[in-house]
């Protein structure tokens, strides 16, 4: 019988490939087909960290 808890290697969060650490949250409002674009990504989360951080070193 398998184990109602899960797994512990299931626990732990992911393995991150950046330096830093992802230690903060950040929430905004977008269209529904931005969501949906974003969403078909590969790796939508890195997606939108790569494009925030392009606009940031544009603005330098």
Known sequence: ?????????NLEPG?????EPLTE?????????MK???KAKEDPPEFCRR?????LDEEK
């Open 1 to 9: 019988m398998p184990n109602p808890k899960g797994n512990p290697e």
């Open 36 to 38: 949906e674009a974003v």
């Open 51 to 55: 494009a925030i951080q392009k606009a």
């Open 15 to 19: 393995k991150r490939r950046g330096d």
């Open 25 to 33: 949250q950040l929430s905004f409002r977008v269209s529904k087909e």
